[in-house]
């Protein structure tokens, strides 16, 4: 059964800092991994999504790598400012007995930079 | 960009009443999904669905509820009987395949009184 952790669970950093966010996974039998942005009592907000083959993928101040062989992933925020305050959640996408496809989440990284 | 769009945003409801949740998945997607968050918690998987039934449902999925597609563009989840246990944020997702990822409706707060 597929399993996906992220640690920390919660960070708080001075703006300006670079940081990594970590997400692993028990199974590397994944189709891809997306990382979404959550802010309190909000929706969810795909930041990045790498499929199985690639390596990583890049938007803005965000970067993201992707280790299947190993089980884990990495989001990358460069120069951290206070709106990058929220929760960051990894998803992994696994094939269902059906042939079909579902995301199961992580445990979230509540992420704070301060002013 | 298209969305997911979610109704209502909030709902309160009492203990044992029936609720409908509605959402509009992106028109083209073929894979339909329910998630819920209980405040403070991970987001938890409910069900899936794709041609029109079923793929999969987790063990919280029970007879309390259900979903339909009634009309090829709504996509609603049912709960019959709310307990105070149900209050949560629930989540439409739909998919086009796996190369594009999922995308998420905004939500709805379901308050159980």
């Known amino acids: 059964k597929q399993e996906v952790t992220q640690i920390p669970a919660a960070l708080s950093v001075p703006e300006g800092e670079n940081l990594v966010l970590n997400c692993s996974f028990t199974d590397s039998a994944i189709y891809n991994l997306q990382w979404f942005r959550q802010d309190p009592g909000k929706g969810l907000t795909s930041l990045l999504l790498i499929q199985s083959s690639q390596r990583e993928q890049t938007s803005g101040r965000l970067n993201a790598s992707l280790d299947k062989s190993s089980g884990r992933s990495t989001l990358y925020i460069a120069a951290s400012q206070p709106g990058d305050s929220a929760t960051y959640l990894c998803?992994?996408?696994?094939?269902?007995?059906?042939?079909?496809?579902?995301?199961?989440f992580g445990t979230g990284t509540r992420l704070k930079v301060l002013a | 960009e298209p969305e997911v769009t979610q109704t209502p945003s909030h709902q309160v409801t009492q203990m044992g009443q029936e609720v409908i949740l509605r959402c509009v998945p992106i028109?083209?997607?073929?894979?339909f999904y329910w998630y819920r968050q209980i405040l403070g918690q991970k987001v938890e998987f409910l069900v899936s669905?794709?041609?029109?039934?079923?793929?999969?449902k987790s063990e919280i999925f029970d007879d309390q509820f259900s979903v339909e597609r009634p009309d090829g563009s709504n996509f609603t989840l049912k709960i019959r009987s709310t307990k105070l246990e149900d209050s949560a944020m629930y989540f439409c997702?739909?998919?086009?395949?796996?190369?594009?990822?999922?995308?998420f409706g905004s939500g709805t707060r379901l308050t159980v009184v």
């Open positions: 669905f794709y041609n029109n039934e079923i793929s999969e």
């Open positions: 997702a739909s998919l086009s395949g796996t190369a594009y990822g999922y995308t």
């Open positions: 028109s083209n997607h073929l894979y």
């Open positions: 998803a992994v996408c696994v094939t269902l007995t059906s042939g079909t496809y579902k995301y199961i």
